[in-house]
């Protein structure tokens, strides 16, 4: 019988993309898109990336609500649908909200899995499945990536690995301790006492998943829980019961700011020694479990050797506004580790990157960039007819604004009084780079946590900034917003 | 080197206990920047405080460069304590990399721990002094 043939063999691409998870596959479609040359290689053995074994315990905490306003095909739709891929063909759009049992409006694990295969299977998205990144050189300006497979030079390599690798701390002694990923059956902390290392997404949810077993649970960190950051977060949906219950004085169930200094095996227990960080003094717990929810990793094998520069203790990548690392030139991410670029940071806010619906759009705008600078072309840019009501219309639904705060803006040239689409940009690109007399729609959030729409106009190379009123309903395509924005531009 | 170690090496931060540094490592964002990438943008409203951890930036005034700033120095403390926006440029000169306090935080963290706050307004006195001794 003939062996069948696997698509991408080693050889030279313009562009390698490692990782068939969402970032990945999203990347790999919108490449296809732009006619850019490229492979895509997983170990894996069929896409899905993370969301084949993650999140352990809950639904997502993205939303996707099946019935809208809007039509499901429509661009407008993926705001109220952060979980689909994003497709150009009506019928590989908004796949997610159709595999969905509607018990609640965020999927389970199993439902965005099915979502992700679904969009491979009907875009046709071939991947090199079975085919693992062992390391990693530079031969000149290309770069080569040496897998199990065999050798792939390329002049770009997107790595879309997610940020999935456990995590530990180096706090002595957590070696005791058993990391989130191994907490599968919560029926084994019935009757224990657990201490869980970490306030975050995992310290929540696996709080969460043993709250009804265990007989105690305490949840340490350094960092002060920011009750009035989490009220606007998406992690309140499922993962607080573990706070509320402390707020409200419940007994055996503690969330503290300690700094971990040791934990020591005391016989068949185990003993956390703490020191207040929001407070003077020190605790100690005896218990029977520790948890590490210390978070994950970037999986980047064997590029900080090379040089990769890294944030937040070597787990993220540092990356320029195009997601390019600011060390490695043409090492570039997707997906997940998105992340390391964290955009202007206005009033400290960050960009959208960790989730499917924020980094599907930077896939979109990396693809773009990098077809620009591997081709040096630019696709074709529509001209826009009414200036006005284009802006109005992006600051009132375009996804990629409302999804990507502050980070990615619409982008409107102007010359010879006449205007240009010139598309969807991160924000820092728009600001600090030279350019023609131009207008930047962005939605940005203002100390309070209030959404305010905001209008970039750079003219003879200066940039000036404009906010709108707030809405309450979020509507900015109104006569007062049109006067406002009439004559900002004007 | 853990950014609360590193931060227990800076003047700003001399007098925190370790576990008081944890808890400000552990709750604000730090951020690395490409030589030639704007950190501070001159007019633009929503800026942050900056302390760098390690590289060098330079104030600069339409492209030319005021002074240059250095591991340990901080920066955007004017705007985000005053809520106007900056009247410089901060720029990285080499590959930075910073701890990043919103402006709301910088506030909270000042009254919540004097020393440090004693610690910024000497730094500011300091800067100010020599600001005016270069005036003719």
Same mark, same amino acid.
């Given at each position: 019988?003939?062996?069948?043939?696997?698509p991408?063999?080693?050889?030279?691409y313009?562009?390698?993309?490692?990782?068939?998870?969402?970032?990945?596959?999203?990347?790999?479609?919108?490449?296809?898109?732009?006619?850019?040359r490229?492979?895509?290689l997983?170990r894996?053995e069929?896409?899905g990336?993370?969301?084949?074994r993650y999140?352990i315990?809950?639904r997502?905490?993205?939303w996707?609500k099946p019935?809208?306003p809007?039509?499901?095909?429509?661009r407008?739709?993926?705001?109220?649908d952060?979980?689909?891929?994003?497709?150009?063909?009506?019928?590989?759009?908004?796949?997610v909200?159709a595999?969905?049992?509607?018990?609640?409006?965020?999927?389970?694990?199993?439902e965005?899995?099915?979502?992700?295969?679904?969009f491979?299977?009907?875009?046709?998205l071939?991947?090199?499945?079975g085919?693992?990144?062992?390391?990693?050189?530079?031969e000149?300006?290309?770069?080569?990536?040496e897998?199990?497979?065999?050798?792939?030079?390329c002049?770009a390599a997107?790595?879309?690995?997610?940020?999935?690798?456990?995590?530990?701390?180096?706090?002595?002694?957590?070696?005791h301790?058993?990391?989130y990923v191994?907490?599968?059956?919560?029926a084994?902390?019935e009757?224990?006492?657990?201490?869980v290392?970490?306030?975050?997404?995992?310290?929540?949810?696996?709080?969460?998943?043993?709250?009804p077993w265990?007989?105690?649970?305490?949840?340490g960190?350094?960092r002060?829980?920011?009750?009035?950051a989490?009220?606007?977060s998406?992690?309140?949906?499922?993962?607080?019961?573990?706070?509320?219950?402390?707020a409200?004085?419940?007994?055996?169930?503690?969330?503290?700011?300690v700094?971990?200094?040791r934990?020591?095996r005391i016989?068949?227990?185990l003993?956390?020694?703490?020191?207040?960080?929001?407070?003077?003094?020190t605790?100690e717990?005896d218990?029977?479990?520790?948890?590490?929810a210390?978070?994950?990793?970037?999986?980047?094998?064997?590029?900080?050797?090379l040089?990769?520069?890294?944030?937040a203790?070597?787990r993220i990548?540092?990356?320029?506004p195009?997601?390019?690392?600011?060390s490695?030139?043409?090492?570039?991410?997707?997906?997940n580790?998105s992340?390391?670029a964290?955009?202007i940071?206005k009033?400290g806010?960050g960009?959208?990157?960790t989730?499917?619906?924020?980094?599907?759009?930077?896939?979109?705008?990396?693809?773009?960039?990098?077809?620009e600078?591997?081709?040096g072309g630019r696709?074709?840019?529509?001209p826009?007819?009414?200036?006005?009501?284009?802006?109005?219309?992006?600051?009132?639904?375009?996804?990629?604004?409302?999804?990507?705060?502050?980070?990615?803006?619409?982008v409107?040239s102007?010359?010879d009084?006449?205007h240009?689409?010139e598309?969807?940009?991160?924000l820092?690109?728009?600001?600090?780079?030279?350019?023609?007399?131009a207008?930047a729609?962005?939605?940005?959030?203002?100390e309070?946590?209030?959404i305010?729409?905001?209008?970039?106009?750079?003219r003879?190379g200066?940039v000036?900034?404009?906010?709108?009123e707030h809405?309450?309903?979020?509507?900015?395509?109104?006569?007062?917003?049109?006067?406002?924005?009439?004559?900002?531009?004007s | 080197?853990?950014?609360a170690?590193t931060?227990?090496?800076l003047a700003l931060?001399?007098?925190?206990?370790?576990s008081?540094l944890?808890?400000i490592a552990?709750?604000?964002?730090?951020?690395?920047?490409?030589a030639?990438?704007? =950190?501070?943008?001159?007019?633009?409203s929503g800026?942050?405080?900056? =302390?760098?951890?390690?590289?060098?930036?330079? =104030?600069?005034?339409?492209?030319?460069?005021?002074?240059?700033?250095?591991r340990?120095?901080?920066?955007g403390?004017?705007?985000?304590?005053?809520?106007?926006p900056?009247?410089t440029? =901060?720029v990285?000169v080499?590959?930075?990399?910073?701890?990043?306090?919103?402006?709301?935080?910088l506030e909270?963290?000042l009254?919540?721990r004097?020393?440090l706050?004693l610690?910024?307004?000497r730094?500011?006195?300091?800067r100010l002094?020599?600001?005016?001794?270069?005036?003719?």
């Open positions: 019988m003939a062996a069948v043939e696997r991408f063999p080693p050889g030279d313009d562009v390698v993309v490692v990782g068939s998870g969402p970032g990945g596959l999203q990347t790999s479609y919108f490449l296809r898109q732009l006619g850019i490229h492979a895509l997983s894996d069929r896409p990336g993370m969301f084949q999140p315990f809950q997502l905490i993205t996707t019935d809208a809007v039509e499901r095909s429509s407008e739709y993926e705001w109220y952060h979980n689909s891929l994003l497709a150009e063909e009506p019928e590989l759009k908004a796949l909200p595999l969905m049992d509607r018990a609640y409006d965020l999927p389970s694990r199993a965005m899995e099915a979502g992700l295969c679904a491979a299977d009907r875009a046709g071939e991947a090199r499945y085919c693992t990144w062992e390391s990693t050189r530079y000149g300006e290309r770069l080569v990536l897998t199990s497979d065999g050798e792939y030079r002049r997107v790595f879309a690995l997610g940020v999935t690798e456990p995590w530990r701390a180096e706090v002595p002694g957590l070696e301790a058993a990391h191994d907490t599968r059956d919560p084994r902390y009757g224990r006492d657990v201490f290392v970490g306030k975050r997404n995992s310290g929540f949810e696996v709080a969460q998943g043993i709250l265990a007989r105690s649970i305490v949840l960190s350094p002060p829980v920011q009750t009035d989490l009220a606007l998406a992690l309140r949906v499922r993962y607080l019961h573990p706070y509320d219950e402390y409200r004085g419940g007994p055996g169930t503690y969330v503290i700011d700094s971990i200094e934990i020591e016989g068949e227990r003993r956390v020694i703490t020191q207040g960080t929001t407070w003077d003094g605790l717990f218990v029977d479990d520790v948890i590490a210390t978070g994950f990793q970037a999986p980047l094998q064997d590029l900080p050797q040089g990769l520069v890294t944030v203790d070597g990548p540092a990356l320029t195009f997601w390019e690392s600011v490695l030139p043409g090492v570039f991410f997707a997906g580790a992340q390391g964290r955009g940071g009033r806010a960009a959208s990157s989730s499917v619906n924020g980094f599907r759009y930077n896939a979109r705008v990396l693809a773009g960039h990098l077809a600078r591997l081709d696709p074709p840019r529509e826009v007819a009414d200036l006005v009501s284009f802006l109005l219309h992006e600051l009132t639904s375009a996804p990629e604004l409302w999804v990507q705060k502050g980070y990615l803006c619409r409107v102007a010359a009084g006449s240009v689409d598309g969807v940009v991160p820092a690109s728009f600001l600090d780079s030279p350019g023609p007399d207008y729609a962005s939605v940005e959030v203002d309070a946590g209030k305010v729409p905001t209008l970039y106009v750079r003879g200066d000036h900034e404009h906010q709108l809405h309450p309903l979020h509507r900015y395509d109104g006569e007062p917003y049109r006067k406002h924005v009439s004559g900002i531009v | 080197m853990s950014i170690e931060l227990g090496q931060f001399a007098d925190l206990t370790p008081q944890e808890a552990h709750s604000h964002e730090e951020d690395v920047f490409a030639g990438e704007r =950190v501070l943008r001159r007019g633009l800026g942050n405080f900056y =302390v760098i951890l390690e590289g060098e930036a330079s =104030v600069e005034l339409d492209g030319e460069s005021r002074a240059k700033l250095a340990g120095d901080f920066f403390e004017v705007s985000a304590l005053t809520g106007e900056p009247t440029d =901060v990285a080499t590959m930075l990399r910073c701890l990043v306090i919103p402006a709301p935080q909270q963290l009254l919540d004097p020393q706050m610690r910024m307004l730094m500011e006195a300091r002094r020599s600001t005016l001794e270069w005036q003719p």
